[in-house]
């Protein structure tokens, strides 16, 4: 088997979401950002809400005319 070829494991490594929740868990970096974690994601809120990515929910609202 070859040796050193796996990255550092950090147990404690920091999430930090777009929404402001942070919490603790183990993976190959120190600190990862992520756009939706599960304090914000309509499946785990139970919110309907439509994540927009670069507008493309208003321009078909735009488009058919859609309140």
């Avoid at 990255?7 to 404690?12: F, G, L, Q």
């Avoid at 599960?38 to 499946?43: D, E, V």
């Avoid at 139970?46 to 058919?64: A, M």
Wanted: proline share 4%; charged share 25%.
């Amino acid at each position: 088997m070859k040796s050193k070829i796996h990255p550092e494991y950090y147990n404690e490594a920091t999430v930090v979401c777009s929404c402001g929740e942070t919490f603790v868990t183990g993976a190959t970096q120190p600190e990862l950002r992520v756009e939706i974690c599960s304090s914000c994601h309509p499946f785990f809120t139970g919110e309907q809400r439509i994540v927009d990515t670069e507008g493309r929910v208003e321009r078909l609202r735009r488009r058919y005319n859609l309140q």
